[in-house]
């Protein structure tokens, strides 16, 4: 498999070519992981397969893509060993949530049917979707090499609305409609799941959501119990910790670098947060998780 190919960034957005560019291989020739400086970013990625096909173990399940498929990774996404074919060929693009957040804030069902993806990450690309991502990517290729171009910035702007409008073309196509119909406070919990997306693990209070939610915290929590069944310190420590276990897992940070990231007061607090919430104190999650891994 080519290792080598075109990998373009603007901070919202990320292109790359070849599987290489996004993962790199473990011990096995056939086994990968994500690299640190994708894994810790709090970015919805698509992965598009033109050829081949390409196992992935995430968040505890196994899952196939095959040609014409994409497969979406949420930001909390819990990616374990992945097998490919010799003849794999795909394309990736990366979008930030803040990103998707400047183009979705009006398209609340957008929003909701990205959720879904959680349990349902692989979507069937259509001809001409398949042929957008093609062309798309073609821009982002040329405008690489046009950063002397006098309107080179708001060519990079137009180019990132233009992907997060295909990302949104191809899960309005490719989720449950019947999710569209909901209450004012399904709503409002979607609200809460999208601000806990954008924050990343680096706020943990109740409080702070409700805040920018203009509700009561009691409010926030009658609203998060009927729609879920959970509370929202539940779903706060819940998304933080798999924050947490992603970083452990899958970058070389160290735990004092990974405690300041997500705004712990000390090293002290982060580790007696881990061990409550991930069973082992930091140190020993990582050993735990590299040897499983082997």
Not at 73 to 91: H, N, T
């Amino acid at each position: 498999m080519d290792k080598q190919g075109f990998y373009y960034t603007n901070g919202d957005v990320f292109v790359f070519e070849q599987f290489a560019d996004f993962f790199e291989a473990a011990d096995d020739s056939r086994q990968w992981t994500v690299p640190q400086r994708f894994s810790s970013m709090n970015m919805v990625v698509m992965l598009v397969c033109y050829s081949g096909t390409m196992n992935m173990q995430l968040n505890g399940r196994e899952f196939e893509m095959v040609s014409g498929q994409g497969l979406v990774l949420l930001p909390s996404a819990r990616i374990g060993k992945v097998m490919v074919s010799p003849d794999l060929y795909l394309r990736g693009f990366g979008f930030a949530v803040t990103a998707m957040e400047n183009i979705f804030h009006t398209y609340q069902q957008t929003w909701e049917e990205v959720l879904s993806l959680n349990d349902n990450p692989l979507v069937t690309l259509s001809t001409a979707q398949s042929k957008v991502t093609g062309h798309l990517y073609q821009i982002a290729r040329l405008e690489q090499e046009m950063v002397e171009c006098q309107y080179y910035k708001p060519m990079l702007r137009s180019l990132t609305q233009s992907l997060l409008y295909m990302l949104a073309d191809i899960i309005d196509k490719s989720t449950n409609k019947t999710i569209l119909t909901s209450t004012s406070k399904e709503q409002q919990f979607r609200r809460f799941v999208q601000l806990l997306w954008s924050n990343g693990g680096k706020h943990r209070k109740v409080s702070y959501f409700a805040n920018k939610m203009y509700i009561s915290p009691k409010y926030l929590s009658v609203i998060v119990r009927e729609t879920s069944g959970k509370t929202p310190l539940q779903m706060i420590n819940s998304y933080t910790a798999n924050m947490i276990a992603q970083r452990l897992r899958n970058t070389s940070m160290s735990i004092k670098e990974i405690a300041h990231e997500l705004n712990f007061d000390n090293e002290s607090f982060f580790g007696r947060y881990v061990k409550k919430h991930l069973g082992h104190p930091p140190g020993e999650y990582r050993k735990l998780t590299i040897k499983y891994n082997k």
